[in-house]
């Protein structure tokens, strides 16, 4: 486990579950802060699933040049930037602009960029590393 396979899990409709090793009895050793980001980036998914209608919204991998992607289409979108990668999303099916909002995959941090019109649009995260996009109706 890491942070991106907590975020491609979930954007790909799966529930991350992650054996953790916090006691060091099967992998590391006691305390390891390897796993410290893998349970944030599990805490700061939860929250962004949180904020959406879950049970509306199906892995789209077809919308987004990642191939991470969360929809309800035309209304609302979660996708993956892998580390350092612009991020392109279909969102001809969107029914009007979308506020946008990138979150940081472990602190949760979150930014948000000007309304977006449907069609296909390329993004840039505002900070390095991987990063998630929350897309909604306005």
């Keep these: 486990g890491h942070v991106p396979w907590v975020w491609r899990s979930f ?7 992650f054996m953790d090793p916090y006691d ?3 992998l590391g050793t006691p305390g390891d802060p390897e ?3 893998i349970r944030q ?4 998914a939860r929250r962004v699933a949180e904020r959406v209608e879950l049970g509306r919204m199906v892995p789209r991998a ?11 289409d035309g209304s609302t979108y979660i996708a993956y930037a892998e580390d ?3 991020l392109i ?3 001809s099916d969107a029914r009007g602009a979308l506020t946008a909002e990138w979150i940081h ?3 949760g941090e979150s930014t948000t960029v000007e309304p977006v019109a449907p069609g296909r649009r390329e993004f840039v995260a505002p900070f390095g590393g991987g990063a998630a996009l929350l897309l909604s109706a306005q």
């Design 105 to 107: 995959p472990v602190r």
């Design 84 to 86: 350092g990668a612009n």
């Design 24 to 26: 060091g009895s099967v």
């Design 11 to 17: 954007l790909r409709g799966h529930n991350p579950l």
């Design 41 to 44: 980036a599990m805490g700061v």
């Design 35 to 37: 796993w410290v980001p």
């Design 62 to 72: 077809d919308l987004a040049s990642s191939g991470y992607c969360l929809a309800d």
């Design 89 to 91: 999303l279909d969102l």
